[in-house]
Nanobody, 124 residues
């Protein structure tokens, strides 16, 4: 069983940056693909970014491509989401999630375990 704890959310002005972290406990983290998802009030949870178990493959939603970067450090059991050029429409609760096998996926249904989420608010 893997437990995930997100951190790094907060309030930032449009155009600013934040880095989210997701710390994992459990032996399967290094074999797991990891993803970031977000859910804005009144909207469905949506895919943001994903990374393969070794970090060699990444994928992004079109809405964040070129602004967000996902990365991981398996030695620290942590996955990151660097968010630059933030926009008010990026405001949401951000969740990290993991899945086995270790190929990245944009599908919520394919993820096996989830964190509690961290709030990101971007003011205009």
């Amino acid at each position: 069983q893997v437990q995930l704890v997100e951190s790094g959310g907060g309030l930032v002005q449009a155009g600013g940056s934040l880095r989210l972290s997701c710390a994992a406990s459990g032996r399967t983290f290094s074999n797991s693909a990891m993803g970031w998802f977000r859910q804005a009030p009144g909207k469905e949870r949506e895919f943001v970014a994903a990374i393969s178990w070794g970090g060699g493959r990444t994928s992004y939603a079109d809405s964040v491509k070129g602004r967000f970067t996902i990365s991981r450090d398996n030695a620290k059991n942590t996955v990151y989401l660097q968010m630059n050029s933030l926009k008010p429409e990026d405001t949401a609760v951000y969740y990290c999630a993991g899945r086995l096998p270790g190929a990245p996926s944009y599908s919520i249904k394919e993820y096996d375990y989830w964190g509690q989420g961290t709030q990101v608010t971007v003011s205009s």
